[in-house]
């Protein structure tokens, strides 16, 4: 039994690291491929001025609303 017991643990093992392997060279084509020039990868400040704008813009309208309801 422990004979198989071994060779069960270094089939695990190996399996674990065809596993890492394959999740190393997932993780290089996504930083090294087309996938970094897409627009994933760009800088996040565009998206959040256009949510600080519209965030102001929504709060100037409220208000106008409820001074022109009162």
Known sequence: ????NAELRMSLADEGRRINQDLVDQINAMVEGEHSNSECFASGKP?????????I????????????AS
Do not use: D, Q, R
Not at 47 to 55: A, D, F, Q
């Open 57 to 68: 813009f929504g709060a100037i309208l409220w208000v106008v609303t409820l001074y022109l």
């Open 47 to 55: 998206i959040l001025v256009e949510g600080v704008l519209w965030t």
């Open 1 to 4: 039994m422990s004979a198989s």
